[in-house]
């Protein structure tokens, strides 16, 4: 069980938007920074927002981030199908490892 | 371009040894840190640890210290995760994934880079 807490399933129609929470602590999302990260079916995990809020060069603005105290959330806005995938969030703790949620799956109905 | 290429799948019995290894290219590996993340089937990410190749600083996940070893040869820019004696339970996904911010323990960075990831299968 991750010390971080996403819900382990979302579901919205396409065009909609879908928020994916994510719930820490004071030793991790309260005093570091956030990232998101989308792994599509079959393959490896590609970073999607850094430092809470930032989005990659090639990531749309329909991805967004933000963070409030221990609590992160990645937002998507104009759901396609092509955004079916794994989301992850992650950061560091104070006991020195990295740490990431334990993903969600995002179904767009 | 930044590329982390990472070594072919591999079939092993228990007991046996294994070195992944994970080649980048497109930048300096010694300025940068390298993480390996674990990937049990159907399940999330684990972080196992990291290693900044310019010095081969390393840490590890409490789960993982003992367990394997993580080095670099920054003479051709490869980072190598390795086990001595493998379990069936260390059948999994490997990526290795590049840190780009602060040092890991300044809290502020993220994996920007990620390799295709490697299949390990420990099976008798």
């Known amino acids: 069980q991750s010390v971080l807490t996403q819900p382990p399933s979302v579901s919205a129609a396409p065009g909609q938007k879908v928020t994916i929470s994510c719930s820490g602590g004071?030793?991790?999302?309260?005093?570091?920074?956030v990232s998101w990260y989308q792994q599509l079916p079959g393959t490896a995990p590609k970073l999607l927002i850094y430092?809470?809020?930032k989005r990659p060069s090639g990531i749309p603005d329909r991805f967004s981030g933000s963070k409030s105290g221990t609590s992160a959330t990645l937002g998507i806005t104009g759901l396609q199908t092509g955004d079916e995938a794994d989301y992850y969030c992650?950061?560091?703790?104070?006991?020195?490892?990295?740490?990431f949620g334990g993903g969600t799956k995002l179904t767009v109905l | 371009e930044v590329q982390l290429v990472q070594s072919g799948a591999g079939v092993k019995k228990p007991g046996e040894s294994l070195k992944i290894s994970c080649k980048s290219s497109g930048y300096s590996l010694t300025s940068y840190w390298i993480g390996w993340v674990r990937q049990m089937p159907g399940k999330g990410l684990e972080w196992m640890g990291i290693i900044y190749p310019g010095d081969s600083d390393t840490r590890y996940s409490p789960s993982f210290q003992g367990q394997v070893t993580i080095s670099a040869d920054k003479s051709i820019s490869i980072v190598y995760l390795q086990w001595s004696s493998l379990k069936a339970s260390d059948t999994a996904m490997y990526y290795c994934a590049r840190w780009s911010g602060g040092p890991p323990s300044s809290g502020w960075g993220n994996f920007d880079y990620w390799g295709q990831g490697t299949l390990v299968t420990v099976s008798s």
């Open positions: 992650g950061t560091w703790d104070s006991s020195l490892s990295a740490l």
């Open positions: 004071s030793s991790n999302i309260g005093n570091n920074y």
């Open positions: 430092d809470n809020n």
